[in-house]
Structures are given as structure tokens and as C-alpha cells.
């Protein structure tokens, strides 16, 4: 019977020590920890410690470059949480090769879109090779025909080609680690070329400050690897801190989302991460299923990442859980991004969520955060993501790029030797957001409280009203949490120019075919946010599962207004 690799190494822990990967690799091989592969049934399917993933991906480098792969071609990769991905992503760190992680079709809307999509990624790596599952085999060939790669198909490819002659390259600290790629859902995707040594100064700040890992310390995650936070949290960092990982896959949460808590109880795990709603389905899913067998005493880091951190999620959570162990001071909020490898900012340990209460009709005239006074309809707690991390720097700027002082919102700038080389082939693009001085554009908006950053939006979602700056999460949360029915990405907030200025449109996903209760939700909705934001809204109801989704789970407004726009929604109702 095979098992889990252990939780200890065995080894005396390193902390992103080192130069590469692949000497990273190296060192976590000499230990006992690896990463474990888990079934939508909770089975284990596959064990692979660190060191025969050193062993395979040194063998697979070889017989890659003896296949005519160059030391800095891009490698396209299908990042399926299995092995395989694993296999293939190390052996191009040992060739010299750069992987490209390339999503799965869940997260899309059909055979052809998915096709499309990985295409132009592929092409915006100029990708030499693309790899991917033998269940995705035909759809990889068809989304790389015509394209003349040198090698298409599974890691099968390279089996039959002699491993010996080859000469593995000395890779370097400045050389490209992989490429991590924007949604896309927009534009053509972005490449974000992260370099080995750009990776270990994020690997170093989430580990050591950040995480603060300690002996004894094991993740757990069903974060998909093609995103950033899947891709650096939970599987790069973990490696290059010798920690063993247990895997569900992402496609398998959403199904079953208490088989992520089954297995940090199972396996004693103390780390994991995920976006609000994570959290959010495992808690409605406590509501009817039986939990009595959790135990999240040893959860001590319950990250929350890759979207804005909604407090009455995490508080409903903790509520659920705490009698199975779980802490609300677990809680850890953060923020961060894939040009920047990952994180940027981490909240404190060990205290939870902290929230700063500001008055929202200041923020929204006069972009200043007030503090409110009590808790009313006009406030809003806004989330402390903590401090940057050490050797890094954020500043919150004004439209004429000077910096602004403590509770002024702007523009969110950051620096730091965790930052992208560029987008990698398009150098308008970088330029757009990197400075010749280093800072980075990120294009957020938000404010420093007491030396931490808080997330307020995106600048390109900020809706303008009359002169008031209207966050359009404001409004999706107002009406999820206000109207019965509704759930958390059940709205989309977005403004439409009009002849009078912008007007806002609210999509709203519906379950009901009845016409008496479809139109009740569509002036329940309008007469919630008249209340609570006083603004008129265009109200339309579309289908569920509808609204779409960026390649991390997110919901992507400026997809769903192009969708709009389109008329990718018949017969629109208005209230």
C-alpha cells in the first residue's frame, strides 16, 4: 500500500536558499517529503516524493533536449494536478526550457473557446512544444495546428528517445523560471516572464516572513497550477521549502468542497489557501452534510488570496468550523499578483481578519477613508492585507503619479526584487506598467492604513456616478447578501456609457423560470441598491452559471460587459 510522504523531511529546513529550482529540487530530493495526489472520492492515486521527481525530470530533461528542444524555448504545459504536470514543469527547469502552464477546459465555455484560447496562449509564448493529458490529446492538436512545434502530445512523446548524450545547461539566476499567464478574456494573453531569481525572493518573503514556515508544516491544495497562487503557493514554494502537499483537483472542489477540509484533517495540514469563495462553498456545504469527522485544530495559516477578502464570508466560515477546531485568528489576509511571481503583502499571523470600518460616502466624493463611527448601510469594512514584504515597497499614488499620505486612495504602485523581467514579447504592454525606475503599475486602487495596504477595487472596474466613484463589488455584494435567493457570484456590477453619463447595469444570474418571480428579483434587486447606494440600476437576469469566470475562479466583469455588449444575453428584462 502506497502512503503519503511524511510531513517531516528529515532534512534541516532551508527556506529558499538557493539560486534555482532546480537546485532547490536537488536539495528537497535528499528528504522524505513530496507531493500526494488525491481522487474526487478522496483516494490517493499517485505519491511522488521529491526525490523521484528529481530523478524522472533529470531523465525527461535529457531525452527532451536529445528530442531538439533548446535551453530557452518555451514549453506549453495543460497544468493538470497530477504528476505528469510536475514531471514535465522540473524537467524543464533541469533543460534549461521554460514552461508555460496552460488552463483546463473547466473553466471555460465549450470545445472551441478552450481551443482558441490556449492557442493564442501558445503563440503568445512562441512556444516550440505543447503538452497535456491524453484526454485532452485532440484538443491540443487542434489548437496547435499549423503552428510547426517541434513536438505536440503527452509526456509519452519522449519515451522512446535515448536519455544519454545530453548536455543539461547551467541555468542562472536571470534566466526566464516560466511564464505565467494573464485570463485573456479580453485581450491576447499575457505571458508574465518570471526569472529563477525573481521566484526565490518571493519564495523567500512568502516562506520565511509571510508563512513563517516551521517543522512539522504541510499544504494542502485544489488551486488550479496555471494560476499564480496554485502555481507559487502550492507547489513552487512548498518545494523550495521541502514541505509535502496534498492535492485535490480543482475541478473536484467545486463538487465537493468539504474533501479540502477531509484532507488537511486527514493529513494533519497546516497551511492552505483560497479565494473568499472557497470558503464560502465549504460553509454553505456544512449546512446539510455532516462534519463531524474534521478536525482543523493544527490549520494554523487559512490564507485568503486571488480576490478581494469578503468579511462575512470568512466570519460565517470560522462560525461553521469552530466547533471542529477551526480558529478565526488562522485567518491571513494578503495580497498579490502574478507580476509580482505571487505575493506582495501579508497580514500579520495570528491575529485573523482585521477590518477598517470607513464612512463610504467620503470614500466615494472625496476618495478619502474616513472612519466610521458605527456600522451602518453608509459604511464599509474594507480588509488589512499587511504590510509588503521585506525588500519590497507599495505606494498608493494620485493621477499625477505623486504619492499620496495614509487613507487616501489611489493607485497602487509596488517595487521589489520579486517583480517580472516583462510581458513576455510584448514590450508596449510592459511598458505601460513598468517604470524605467522599477515600480510596477499594478492597477489596483486602495489606501495604507497603519502601514497596511487595503484593496478598494480595480481601476478599470470603478464605476463614475454623478461624481461618485461607485465600487462595483459594492453593489454585487449589497445585492447577494441582501437579496434572498442570491449567492456569492450570483452578480455582475458594471457601468455602459449612456447619452446622460455612465449608466450601471447589474447582470444577475437566476434560477427561476416563473415570470411573477423573476420579475420580483429584478425590482428586489434595483430597490436594494436605490437604498443602500442610491443609484438606478439596469437590472438583467441571465441564466445560471452564465457570468463568466477568469482562469482562477474569479468572476471577470470586463468579460461579462463585453458579453453584454455583444448580446450574448437575449431579451434582456430591465427594471
Given at each position: 500500500?502506497v ?38 472520492r ?21 531525452r527532451?533536449?536529445r ?8 514549453i ?33 465555455g ?27 490529446g485532440e ?9 510547426g ?21 547551467k ?9 505565467q ?9 499575457l ?28 499544504a494542502t491544495s485544489w488551486?488550479p497550477?496555471?494560476?499564480?497562487m496554485?502555481?507559487?503557493g502550492?507547489?513552487l ?17 467545486a ?12 493529513n494533519?495540514?497546516t497551511?492552505s ?12 456545504r ?7 469527522e ?11 488570496g486571488g ?30 499578483m ?24 467620503r ?7 474616513v ?21 519590497h515597497a507599495?505606494?498608493v ?8 499620505p495614509?487613507?487616501r ?9 520579486s ?7 510584448r ?11 522599477g515600480?510596477?503599475d ?11 495596504i ?6 478599470k ?9 461607485i ?21 455582475a ?83
Amino acid at each position: 500500500m502506497v502512503s503519503v510522504t511524511p510531513s517531516e523531511s528529515g532534512l534541516a529546513p532551508r527556506l529558499a536558499e538557493f539560486g534555482t529550482v532546480a537546485e532547490a529540487l536537488d536539495y528537497a530530493a535528499k528528504g522524505a517529503t513530496g507531493f500526494n495526489f488525491y481522487s474526487g472520492r478522496g483516494e490517493l492515486v499517485e505519491v511522488l516524493s521529491y526525490r523521484d521527481l528529481r530523478d524522472q525530470a533529470l531523465d525527461l530533461a535529457q531525452r527532451m533536449l536529445r528530442a531538439g528542444l533548446v535551453p530557452g524555448e518555451r514549453i506549453a504545459i495543460v497544468a493538470e494536478s497530477d504528476g505528469d504536470f510536475m514531471r514535465a514543469f522540473a524537467a524543464c527547469q533541469y533543460a534549461g526550457l521554460v514552461p508555460a502552464p496552460l488552463p483546463l477546459p473547466a473553466a471555460f465555455g465549450g470545445k472551441d473557446h478552450y481551443i482558441d484560447h490556449i492557442r493564442r496562449m501558445i503563440q503568445g509564448a512562441q512556444a516550440s512544444a505543447a503538452l497535456a493529458p491524453a484526454a485532452l490529446g485532440e484538443w491540443l492538436q487542434a489548437a496547435t495546428d499549423g503552428l510547426g512545434l517541434k513536438a505536440v502530445g503527452t509526456l509519452a512523446l519522449f519515451q522512446d528517445i535515448p536519455a544519454a548524450g545530453a548536455d543539461l545547461p547551467k541555468v542562472r539566476g536571470d534566466h526566464l523560471c516560466y511564464l505565467q499567464f494573464s485570463s485573456g478574456s479580453t485581450r491576447f494573453p499575457l505571458g508574465v516572464a518570471v526569472t529563477q531569481d525573481a521566484l526565490m525572493a518571493n519564495a523567500a518573503g512568502i516562506t520565511r516572513h509571510g508563512l513563517q514556515v516551521r517543522g512539522g508544516d504541510r499544504a494542502t491544495s485544489w488551486l488550479p497550477l496555471y494560476h499564480d497562487m496554485g502555481l507559487v503557493g502550492f507547489m513552487l514554494a512548498p518545494l523550495i521549502a521541502q514541505l509535502s502537499v496534498d492535492y485535490l483537483p480543482t475541478r473536484e472542489f467545486a463538487r465537493r468542497p468539504l474533501l479540502w477540509l477531509s484532507l488537511i484533517t486527514r493529513n494533519g495540514g497546516t497551511i492552505s489557501y483560497s479565494p473568499s469563495f472557497g470558503y464560502e462553498l465549504a460553509a454553505r456545504r456544512a449546512e446539510t452534510a455532516s462534519t463531524e469527522e474534521l478536525d482543523l485544530s493544527r490549520w494554523r495559516v487559512a490564507g485568503i488570496g486571488g480576490d478581494m477578502v469578503r468579511p462575512r464570508v470568512m466570519e460565517r466560515f470560522s462560525t461553521a468550523f469552530a466547533a471542529r477546531g477551526f480558529r478565526r485568528e488562522a485567518f491571513v489576509a494578503s495580497y498579490g499578483m502574478a507580476e509580482a511571481s505571487l505575493a506582495l503583502t501579508f497580514a500579520p499571523l495570528d491575529r485573523g481578519i482585521v477590518t477598517d470600518l470607513i464612512e463610504l460616502d467620503r470614500l466615494e466624493n472625496e476618495q478619502i477613508a474616513v472612519p466610521a463611527q458605527t456600522e451602518s448601510t453608509r459604511a464599509r469594512a474594507f480588509v488589512l492585507n499587511g504590510p509588503p514584504l521585506p525588500g519590497h515597497a507599495v505606494e498608493v499614488r494620485d493621477e499625477d503619479g505623486k504619492p499620496l499620505p495614509e487613507r487616501r486612495v489611489g493607485r497602487i504602485f509596488a517595487r521589489g526584487p520579486s517583480l517580472m523581467k516583462a510581458y513576455f514579447g510584448r514590450p508596449e504592454e510592459t511598458a505601460a506598467v513598468m517604470g524605467a525606475d522599477g515600480w510596477l503599475d499594478t492597477g489596483d486602487l486602495g489606501y495604507i492604513c497603519d502601514g497596511q495596504i487595503v484593496i478598494t477595487g480595480r481601476a478599470k472596474d470603478l464605476i463614475l456616478v454623478n461624481g461618485r466613484n461607485i465600487w462595483p463589488q459594492d453593489l454585487e455584494w449589497t445585492a447577494e447578501h441582501q437579496v434572498a435567493g442570491l449567492r456569492s457570484g450570483d452578480v455582475a456590477a458594471f457601468s455602459v456609457d449612456a447619452e446622460s453619463g455612465e449608466a450601471v447595469t447589474v447582470l444577475v444570474q437566476c434560477r427561476s423560470a416563473d415570470p411573477a418571480a423573476r420579475t420580483a428579483l429584478e425590482q428586489e434587486v434595483a430597490g436594494v441598491l436605490r437604498a443602500a447606494h442610491g443609484v438606478e440600476v439596469k437590472v438583467v437576469l441571465v441564466p445560471t452559471h452564465a457570468l463568466p469566470q477568469t482562469s482562477s475562479g474569479k468572476l471577470s466583469r470586463s468579460r461579462a460587459k463585453q458579453m453584454y455588449l455583444h448580446g450574448a444575453f437575449a431579451a434582456p428584462s430591465a427594471a
